[in-house]
């Protein structure tokens, strides 16, 4: 497990500084905040309890188009065209009109913050006081206060810089998912829809070059997952070792919240059905960071992005919606003969080609292209 990277002796100095734009998390969501950033002038911090890519709690893969669109390619390590399905009825293979791969967590995220211009540093975030019109937010670390007009929100589903009561798991609207990370390999990403393993949710193996990850995710938040990874485990033959996981999200939450901006986990945008939330994290990201940088270069007001973003996350709702019923329905029929007819059907290319699409167009990777860094990647600042 990663070790929080906790500043010692000499190196604990206290925090007390004004910034432009306070990005609190350094993983997908944080990151790609920073990199819309990046040469618009403005003094940006990022913060996080852990340094850039010390804390993978993913499976990490994405869609191919998506990591190509940020220039993130290096850091991919596998590449699939095609999806295996196992259900107790038996094995169905999915031809995807467009690939996934899995990649590296650690260079994936120094490459996005080779992308910026931005600062980093290591603290704990515990809270906000806030301040209305263009006046700055007091965001309150373990190591001192900041002090920010912009502030955004990338750390994770605790929503810690959200206003009011927060909902803990597992009463949240969060699934719960575990995996190991044995050495191996494989040719294709694997499915589990099968009771066996969980009735509401699925396992997976993702090969990822030289190690192989293998999981187990429940929607519902009060089942526990770990005998069922550890089953999984053995029933595909890898070592139960290098453990991970994480509360994922299942329901999309306000984008804003009384000044403060909200990207990925934060604001709920891991999608329903499939606990997909890297494109996602990115794809609102950088409409987060396009709206920070309007306000940088004075075309807008910290009101007006505020309302512009919270309006593009609402858009999707309905979306999201659908597929928390779909989520719904998978929990019923998982159990029941039908799951198997259902993945069945999906060997129609004609099939899996309309769904798949409609999918990725929820976040279009072509979304990457509207805008990019403006600034050369830099030397990496942290161990490779």
Not at 182 to 202: F, I, N, S, T
Request: hydrophobic fraction near 40%; charged fraction near 20%.
């Amino acid at each position: 497990m990663p070790v929080r990277a906790t500043k010692r002796g000499a190196e604990r100095t206290p925090l007390d500084r004004d910034v432009d734009v306070l990005i609190c998390g350094a993983s997908f969501a944080g990151l790609t905040v920073a990199r819309e950033l990046a040469g618009s002038g403005a003094n940006v911090l990022i913060v996080d309890r852990y340094e850039i890519g010390e804390k993978q709690t993913s499976a990490c893969a994405a869609p191919t188009t998506w990591l190509a669109n940020l220039g993130l390619m290096d850091a991919v390590q596998q590449t699939f065209s095609r999806l295996v399905v196992h259900t107790p009825r038996g094995t169905d293979t999915w031809r995807l009109p467009w690939s996934f791969s899995t990649f590296d967590y650690r260079t994936l995220c120094q490459i996005l913050y080779a992308q910026t211009d931005a600062e980093f540093d290591t603290a704990k975030v515990d809270g906000i006081t806030r301040y209305g019109a263009g006046d700055a937010h007091v965001v309150h670390t373990d190591r001192g206060d900041l002090r920010a007009p912009l502030v955004v929100d990338a750390l994770g589903w605790r929503r810690v810089l959200g206003s009011g009561p927060n909902v803990q798991p597992p009463e949240a609207f969060l699934s719960r998912g575990l995996e190991v990370h044995p050495d191996g390999g494989g040719e294709d990403m694997e499915l589990w829809l099968d009771p066996r393993y969980v009735p509401a949710g699925y396992g997976w193996s993702f090969p990822a070059d030289k190690e192989v990850r293998v999981g187990v995710g429940s929607f519902d938040p009060h089942r526990h997952v770990k005998d069922p990874t550890l089953q999984l485990a053995r029933d595909v033959d890898v070592e139960a070792v290098r453990f991970q996981g994480n509360w994922i999200p299942h329901k999309l939450r306000k984008a804003t919240d009384d000044g403060v901006f909200f990207c990925g986990d934060s604001a709920g945008h891991c999608l329903p059905v499939t606990a997909e939330g890297i494109r996602t994290a990115f794809y609102f990201s950088l409409a987060c960071g396009r709206e920070l940088r309007a306000v940088v270069a004075g075309e807008r007001t910290r009101a007006e992005a505020l309302a512009r973003y919270a309006e593009f996350n609402d858009s999707h709702a309905n979306v999201y919606l659908w597929m928390k019923r779909v989520q719904n329905l998978v929990g019923r029929i998982n159990p029941t003969p039908l799951m198997g007819l259902a993945t069945f059907a999906f060997r129609s290319r004609r099939l899996t080609e309309w769904a798949f699409n409609h999918y990725l167009a929820i976040a279009p990777p072509e979304f990457a292209l509207a805008s990019g860094p403006a600034v050369a990647a830099r030397a990496l600042p942290v161990a490779a």
